[in-house]
């Protein structure tokens, strides 16, 4: 069997950015409080009409590409997030669709921050005691 490795990573993030300065003009806080307490400076927010999936997808699009992969040719999709499109179908089975990837399996993993690791771990088995051979992990950061 040949060695399992990661050839392709992207990511994706909402243009919107929210700062802790922005949140103390509608909470009664401050950019020092947050980021003593979180390390948090700003997030990004997604517009209402943005998916889980949609994010997944232009991560994945830009993995794809660093792969020199076609989504035709993935055999297994694994989503890691708490915040799926809809319980079911599965965010992954959105992504699947949205990406082509006609020939894949696909589900999500919902284990929150260690989500990537199971993810991971799943997609190893896979690899080690199936027919697959092109399995595709996305964590959106949620």
Not at 23 to 43: P, Q
Not at 60 to 78: C, Q, R, V, W, Y
Not at 113 to 124: D, K, R, T
């Amino acid at each position: 069997m040949e060695s399992i490795r990661i050839i392709g990573v992207g990511s994706y993030a909402p243009e919107k950015i929210l700062t802790n300065f922005d949140l103390e003009k509608i909470v009664d806080t401050s950019d020092e409080w947050i980021v003593k307490r979180t390390g948090v400076r700003e997030r990004r927010i997604a517009e209402p009409d943005m998916a889980t999936s949609d994010l997944a997808k232009e991560a994945s699009l830009k993995a794809l590409d660093m792969a020199g992969l076609n989504p035709e040719e993935l055999d297994l999709i694994i989503l890691a997030t708490l915040t799926p499109d809809t319980c079911c179908p599965s965010g992954a089975n959105w992504l699947q669709s949205k990406l082509g990837a006609k020939n894949a399996v696909s589900f999500d993993v919902t284990a929150a921050c260690s989500g990537f690791i199971f993810g991971l771990s799943i997609a190893e088995q896979y690899l080690k005691t199936a027919n697959i051979k092109t399995p595709w992990l996305l964590h959106p950061r949620s």
